[in-house]
C-alpha cells in the first residue's frame, strides 16, 4: 500500500535469521501488525505490537519498533523451510482500517 | 470448524457478467470486511462492516454491492465484470473495531478470474 513499504523479496538459508522490514507513514498507528501469507491461503496473523512497545518476542519471532524512524522489523530466528512464505506488514490507521504493505516473499533454501 | 469460509474458492467467468461471492464467519464478530489482493500481491481493503452496517467503503466501484444479511454474513455482488477485478478476494472477521488490537481472521480466498 502506499503508506506501508516493504521490500519485496528475501532469499534465507535454512537455520539462519530472517529480517523482513517495513516502514510506515501514518505517526498515529496505534498497533503494528505482522501477517504470512502461504501460498494459495489467506492470511494469517503472526504478531502484533503496540505502539507505545519497542520490543516484542514470541519463540523464533522478535518484532522491532522504532517509532521516531516509523520502522517496523520480524526477525525470524532459526528459519525453516514452512517459513517460506509471502510477509506482510500492516499498520491501523482507524478502527476499522488496516492499511498492508505490499508483502515480502521469503524464500528458503537448504 | 472453519472460522471464516469463502465460497466459491475459484470463479471463472465472463466479462459482462454479474457474479456473488459469500463470506460467513461463525466466530460471532461484530465486524467483517472484504480486500482486494491483485496480482502483485498487493493487499487493499474494500469494505468494512460492523453490525450489518457499512462503515468503510475504499472508492470501490459501485458496480461492487456488498450486502450483510446478518453478522455472519458478508456477501459481495459484483455486476458487470471487466478484466480487472481478476484478483483474489478475501474476507475477514474481527470481534471488535481493529483499532482495540483486535485480530482479523482471514478466510481462504476466492480467486476470480474475469475472460
Known amino acids: 500500500g502506499e503508506d506501508v513499504e516493504q521490500s519485496l523479496f528475501l532469499s534465507v538459508r535454512e537455520g539462519d535469521s530472517s529480517v523482513i522490514n517495513c516502514t510506515y507513514t501514518d505517526s498515529s498507528s496505534t498497533y503494528l501488525y505482522w501477517y504470512k501469507q502461504e501460498p494459495g491461503a489467506g492470511l494469517q496473523l503472526l504478531t502484533y505490537?503496540?505502539?507505545?512497545?519497542d520490543m516484542k518476542q514470541d519463540q523464533r519471532l522478535t518484532v522491532l519498533l522504532n517509532k521516531k524512524d516509523k520502522h517496523l522489523s520480524l526477525r525470524i530466528a532459526d528459519t525453516q523451510t514452512g517459513d517460506s512464505a509471502i510477509y506482510f506488514c500492516a499498520e491501523s490507521i482507524n478502527d476499522y482500517k488496516l492499511s498492508f504493505g505490499a508483502g515480502t516473499t521469503v524464500t528458503v533454501r537448504a | 470448524d472453519t472460522a471464516v469460509s469463502q465460497t466459491p474458492k475459484y470463479l471463472v467467468t465472463q466479462m459482462g457478467n454479474d457474479k456473488s461471492i459469500k463470506c460467513e464467519q461463525n466466530l460471532g464478530h461484530d465486524t467483517m470486511y472484504w480486500y482486494k489482493q491483485d496480482s502483485k500481491k498487493f493487499l487493499k481493503i474494500m469494505f468494512s462492516?460492523?453490525?450489518?452496517?457499512?462503515?468503510i467503503n475504499e472508492t470501490v466501484p459501485n458496480r461492487f454491492s456488498p450486502k450483510s444479511p446478518d453478522k455472519a454474513h458478508l456477501n459481495l455482488h459484483i455486476n458487470s465484470l471487466e478484466l480487472g477485478d481478476s484478483a483474489v478476494y478475501f474476507c475477514?472477521?474481527?470481534?471488535?473495531?481493529?483499532?482495540?488490537?483486535?485480530?482479523?481472521?482471514f478466510g481462504p480466498g476466492t480467486r476470480l478470474l474475469v475472460l
Open positions: 505490537i503496540f505502539s507505545n512497545m
Open positions: 475477514a472477521s474481527s470481534q471488535d473495531p481493529q483499532g482495540a488490537g483486535e485480530t482479523q481472521y
Open positions: 462492516y460492523n453490525n450489518k452496517e457499512l462503515i
